[in-house]
């Protein structure tokens, strides 16, 4: 038997929906905003801490040209 003649059918069937599916939803939920809250979190950082190192650079470069 040819493995493409094999046709794989797949049928869903239907739950009630308790408590603990909308728990799990909202923890889900949650835990997609929190990931999103620390992302956002790490890049501001990121670009707080190349700013500082740009800073950092200027003072010194200004340093050397205005010397007296």
Known sequence: MDDEDVEYVTTVKPQKH?????IVLAAD????L??????????????LLQHREH?????DFFEIVWED
């Open 18 to 22: 308790t408590k603990w599916s909308f």
């Open 29 to 32: 939920l949650a835990a997609n």
């Open 55 to 59: 800073k950092i650079e200027e003072d």
């Open 34 to 47: 929190v990931r999103e809250v620390a992302d956002t979190m790490e890049t501001g950082v990121t670009l």
